[in-house]
């Protein structure tokens, strides 16, 4: 095979071998021809997954969401599981990588052919497996405050939705009399679709937006940022930077003289596991916009607290994406116990409706969306590294993932 | 490019000595077409049998991946460039397929789902337009990152950046790819990238048995991109890139032109990275900067060093191997794999540096990278060479290792 | 006129930050022509022993002046075995070093995150400097980061002393400059690298200290940086610290400014097009050592 025709012919072969199999593709384009794995309950245990980074830029944050879920299955598995089943857990790591993660939802699903997928962090780690359960006709339960605009028929949002946290914070600012913000954020999906609201929120209610500035992903850097925001002199800065960049962004803003006093940030990122991460020197007196402190009153709380400490260390604190993570895994059991069966179909058809005594308080699931009622609290970072709050809204808010009854935002969908 | 004249799709002269470099070790022509048919065999036939419609998914995957490898074997097993931005041309060709097939999802006139989401926009950037026709996407996903490369490689090689310059370089390129296209959320998706691919020209990717299709089209391109390297490496051409890899000084002293043998071996790997990249796409259904930045650039190249740089089928070999062991690994020990990971290209880069293909005696061949005899049989160094700025910082190939004493003594010579 | 003195400031100091990392790789990488990717990690190893002094000596801020020399030797002595039980065996293949470190350091982030866990962790920075001193005209000046500038500037003051005025200094210019002939003059070069190693590596640990002020403690806050300090000892060209000196400024000062005028993401994306137009210009750098090589 030597001769050039020889090459020529192997070349041709190779091309009409593939192109030979490759007209075995099906031109249905019928949406429902997606074939739905389901679960395998054939045993005395239920397999669930656990999808999340535990290697890579993300696992600072999303190895603690993997331990809160871990405790819910343990709890409910000491309480005699689900279905008279015990939960097996079997975890991936979706290693701060879009389509790995994408990769390990779809060995989930059909490989292990597990129940349910408790997980991802970022918007862009959601995005990734979203096709992968609507095609699977599985279900994934996505713990983490999020920028809305979604409302995917597998999916189920157990954090707070735009409605549910910044525009709260918003009304929190308003109500004190802040007439100017400053946007800071991280270079993806989320902030700069936060950053839109608040824009059209500060229109509306006669705030003025005096800069906005994003860094990438993972950026230490805030020197000029810290510049500009200072030399902006607004009344509060609307942060919605992830991960590392607060903890450059705050060390800057703190050597910059700038302080809860004269120029309040409010953080939506930022909870107790990454207040410890920070520093209390550069934090105390900031606040904070989430559903869920380690403070918040309650039996359920006390519950959940302690028995967190008791599982992975006394100095560990617990945090809102963590109960959410919690709450996610207590609320599937609580839909497959009403819906009598693991079958995916009928756990969303019991979905709505169901509520249940977290540690934030009662939440319910919101049929239609997906999402669950929250109650919106703005809390204050002491010295000690706690958040406590110093607002709330008093009663759960109804999830508004499209902002559909705010009319100053009809033009953001 | 004056100077470049050996023409690249010539077959040797089976008179000329016969070149024996074939794809499987001491092979005559024979069983090279053999292995080709044995390597066709196994991916046409026993894989999709054997292998569940998941697995056979990911190894889709992982064969992109080997795309991307055969191209780096060229330029960095054969060329001496280490590009540690491939990553750059793969997402080139990802991005390119990546746009048509949204924009078809999309339908005519339509904008992407996430345009109207996170960009609000009104109409196509003008930019994105071209790609609604499949006769502009599918020449640009090769076509384009073959343009950049040419871009960037005739101004570094012209000016004689290389070595660790040039591998730096390229890694700062793939880190400026990324920035740039997380900063353009609107238009290019952001940190997201283009996600939620439904449709490959017309077939639905939901679809288990287009899935299976889609691995039979990148499995017979992995084929024939072989087919073309093979053909690169055998040619005139490729015996002139090894020469320039070993020696850059004596092939200019020869009239060769040196700098535009680099760039056509640079070229040729950008464009197998942009196709792999545009095949990823219908095969994951999502790319991202994720796949662009500077991680995934050096674990191609990780790919590679592990199967055997200088070989033909070592980086394919690697790269599956690399690509297999990582998903196995993580599957295993998702909270420790990193480490067995890490050990692995610690282990098979230091002390095996033939990679796997020398463990197993694949394409003992001239014109192969020294390092590769096996590592008990190689000469222990005692002076480190390549150092300082005296001595040439040279890819993959270490000339000094295996050059006859005269001519190392001639180098001394010249240093001294 | 605040602005400007700000940004200005602001670029120094990024300079000085990118200057503190390049100086050990402008010793590794310039010497020996190891690309030590596991770099980062020496830093990492920096902050966390910051960390850890900080929880078992004293909780007071001023461990921090403690944790410098203990977190050069730290580093320095990891660098030392990375040397010799890797490196050392790579001298012939330089671009293999760049792989085999990264290996190494997805091992240490990992080993990092297992040992310390995977969030962050805090130190606490003496009060001294949390704030910022204030000069005439209303400017200020940030006390963190006059202290790193102040580090960065010592650390090449010492380094340059160093390198010309001690035997050992003397030694490691020969071996840069013709290593086979300092080899035949009976210098034990071996030993040489392997001192190189260490104080390249050491550099890494006292800016893992410094970075405890400015940045976040935890598994990947090496790999960030790591890129732009290789690009600043490239550009500033190999075998001789000024050249990194002059461009670690220059590119901080073109980084603020570029950032201030329009964003972080375009500002990176324009230092990269200034370092390919630069080197298109000085194809090795801004100094080179002179060499009849015919490389």
Redesign the interface.
């Known amino acids: 095979?030597?001769?050039?025709r020889?090459?020529i012919l192997?070349?041709a072969l190779?091309?009409v071998?593939?192109?030979a199999?490759?007209?075995?593709?099906?031109?249905?384009?019928?949406?429902a021809?997606?074939?739905g794995v389901s679960a395998d309950v054939s045993g005395d245990t239920v397999k669930v997954g656990l999808l999340n980074s535990?290697?890579?830029?993300m696992?600072?944050?999303?190895?603690?969401v993997r331990d809160s879920i871990m405790l819910a299955v343990e709890e409910i598995n000491a309480a005699g599981g689900v279905l008279g089943k015990k939960i097996q857990p079997v975890?991936?790591?979706g290693?701060s990588?879009?389509?790995t993660f994408?990769?390990?939802a779809?060995?989930l699903i059909?490989?292990d052919r597990v129940a349910a997928v408790f997980g991802c962090w970022?918007?862009?780690s959601r995005?990734?497996v979203?096709?992968?359960f609507e095609?699977n006709k599985a279900l994934l339960f996505y713990p983490v405050q999020y920028e809305g605009?979604e409302q995917s028929p597998y999916i189920f949002y157990t954090g707070a939705t735009t409605n549910q946290q910044i525009v709260p914070g918003l009304d929190y600012l308003k109500a004190q009399g802040k007439k100017s913000v400053y946007l800071v954020g991280s270079?993806?999906?989320f902030p700069?679709?936060a950053n839109?609201i608040i824009k059209a929120y500060a229109e509306a209610n006669g705030m003025t937006v005096l800069g906005e500035?994003?860094?990438?992903?993972?950026?230490?850097?805030f020197?000029?940022?810290v510049?500009?925001v200072?030399?902006s002199k607004a009344d509060a800065v609307f942060n919605t930077l992830n991960g590392?960049s607060n903890?450059?962004f705050f060390?800057?803003y703190?050597?910059?003289?700038l302080t809860a006093e004269s120029m309040p940030v409010v953080s939506v990122s930022i909870a107790e596991?990454?207040v410890?991460?920070?520093?209390?020197?550069?934090l105390t007196g900031q606040l904070t916009a989430w559903n869920y402190y380690q403070t918040t009153p309650g039996a359920a709380n006390e519950k959940f607290v302690a028995a967190y400490k008791a599982k992975y260390g006394a100095e560990k604190p617990t945090s809102d994406p963590m109960e959410a993570a919690y709450v996610a895994v207590h609320l599937w059991k609580a839909m497959v116990e009403k819906a009598g069966s693991f079958d995916v179909e009928q756990v969303r058809a019991a979905a709505g409706g169901i509520t249940f005594e977290a540690p934030e308080g009662t939440v319910t699931v919101d049929g239609p969306t997906q999402h669950i009622a929250k109650t919106a609290r703005i809390g204050r970072i002491g010295a000690d590294g706690l958040i406590t709050e110093v607002w709330n809204s008093g009663q759960p808010i109804t999830p508004d993932p499209y902002l559909k009854s705010y009319p100053w935002a009809s033009?953001?969908? | 490019m004056s100077t470049v004249t050996a023409p690249t799709g010539r077959t040797p002269d089976p008179a000329a000595g016969g070149r024996r470099r074939n794809l499987l070790p001491g092979a005559g022509p024979a069983r090279a077409a053999a292995g080709f048919a044995l390597g066709a065999a196994l991916l046409f036939a026993v894989a999709p049998l054997a292998l569940s419609d998941f697995r056979l998914s990911l190894l889709a995957k992982y064969l992109c991946l080997a795309m991307v490898a055969i191209g780096i074997g060229i330029a960095w097993g054969r060329g001496g460039m280490l590009t540690l931005g491939q990553g750059v041309f793969f997402g080139l060709g990802g991005y390119a397929m990546a746009m048509h097939l949204k924009l078809a999802d999309a339908g005519p006139g339509e904008l992407p789902d996430f345009m109207q989401l996170y960009g609000q926009l009104d109409e196509l950037p003008w930019w994105w337009r071209p790609f609604a026709s499949p006769w502009f996407a599918l020449p640009a996903t090769v076509l384009l990152p073959m343009a950049v490369a040419f871009g960037l490689g005739s101004l570094v090689f012209r000016r004689k950046v290389r070595g660790a310059y040039f591998a730096i370089l390229s890694q700062a390129l793939a880190m400026a790819m990324v920035i740039l296209l997380v900063g353009q959320q609107g238009t290019t998706g952001g940190t997201n990238g283009l996600t939620d691919i439904q449709g490959f020209f017309g077939y639905a990717l939901t679809d288990p048995v287009n899935q299976r299709m889609v691995y039979f089209v990148i499995a017979g391109t992995l084929l024939a991109l072989l087919l073309l390297a093979r053909q690169l490496i055998q040619s005139r051409y490729g015996e002139l890139l090894v020469a320039v890899r070993d020696g850059e000084e004596r092939v200019r002293f020869l009239g060769y032109d040196p700098a535009s043998v680099k760039l056509v071996a640079y070229v040729v790997a950008a464009g197998m990275a942009g196709l792999a990249g545009a095949l990823f796409v219908p095969a994951v259904g999502i790319i991202s900067p994720a796949m662009i930045g500077i991680v995934p650039s050096i674990e191609f190249v990780i790919g590679v060093a592990v199967g055997g740089r200088a070989t033909l089928l070592g980086p394919v070999l690697g790269a599956v191997a690399v690509a297999w062991a990582k998903t196995a690994l993580s599957e295993r020990f998702p909270g420790g794999w990193t480490y067995l990971q890490g050990l692995m290209f610690v282990l098979v880069v230091a002390f095996l540096p033939g990679g796997l293909a020398a463990l197993v005696g694949l394409g003992r061949q001239r014109g192969d990278d020294p390092d590769r005899r096996r590592w008990w049989r190689r000469r222990r160094r005692q002076v480190p060479a390549g150092v300082g700025t005296t001595v040439p910082v040279e890819g993959a190939g270490t000339p000094e290792a295996t050059d006859g004493a005269g001519l190392a003594g001639a180098r001394t010579g010249v240093t001294a | 006129m605040t602005v400007l003195f700000g940004q200005l400031f602001t670029g120094v100091s990024i300079g000085a930050v990118l200057l503190l990392i390049a100086l050990g790789l402008a010793l590794t990488f310039g010497q020996m022509n190891v690309i030590n990717m596991a770099h980062g990690e020496f830093i990492m190893a920096g902050a966390y022993t910051t960390y850890v002094l900080q929880q078992t000596i004293t909780g007071a801020g001023w461990s921090l002046l403690v944790a410098l020399p203990v977190a050069f030797v730290v580093a320095g002595t990891m660098g030392v075995l990375l040397e010799v039980l890797l490196i050392r065996r790579l001298y012939a293949r330089p671009l293999d070093t760049l792989l085999v470190t990264w290996g190494v350091s997805l091992i240490l982030q990992q080993l990092a995150r297992d040992v310390f866990g995977s969030p962050n962790v805090q130190t606490r920075a003496p009060d001294l400097l949390t704030g910022n001193i204030a000069l005439p005209g209303g400017l200020t000046v940030a006390t963190n980061r006059l202290f790193i500038l102040t580090l960065a500037v010592a650390a090449v003051v010492a380094l340059t002393l160093a390198l010309r005025l001690t035997p050992l200094g003397r030694r490691i210019r020969a071996v840069v400059q013709n290593r086979d002939l300092a080899a035949v003059s009976g210098i034990a070069t071996a030993r040489v690298d392997r001192t190189t190693f260490f104080i390249g590596s050491g550099l890494a640990g006292l800016a893992g200290v410094a970075l405890t002020l400015l940045g976040p403690i935890g598994p990947t806050m090496g790999t960030n940086l790591i890129i732009d300090a290789f690009l600043v000892v490239v550009v500033g060209g190999i075998g001789q610290l000024k050249g990194s000196v002059i461009v670690a400024f220059a590119l901080g000062v073109l980084q603020a400014t570029g950032e201030y005028l329009t964003t972080l993401s375009v500002a990176k994306v324009l230092v990269f097009v200034a370092i390919v137009a630069f080197l298109q210009w000085r194809p090795q750098g801004l100094f080179t050592l002179r060499t009849r090589s015919l490389a």
Do not use: H
């Open positions: 095979m030597t001769s050039f020889g090459r192997a070349g190779t091309l071998a593939t192109a199999l490759a007209a075995c593709g099906s031109k249905t384009t019928d949406a021809s997606g074939t535990l290697s890579g830029t696992a600072i944050s999303e190895v603690t975890s991936e790591d290693a990588d879009w389509p994408a990769e390990k779809e060995k059909s490989q970022t918007s862009a995005k990734a979203k096709p992968v095609r605009l270079d993806y999906v700069r679709t839109k500035d994003y860094a990438p992903l993972g950026s230490t850097e020197g000029t940022i510049n500009k200072r030399s590392d903890v450059a060390k800057e703190t050597s910059a003289g596991e990454e410890k991460g920070i520093g209390t020197q550069y033009g953001l969908s």
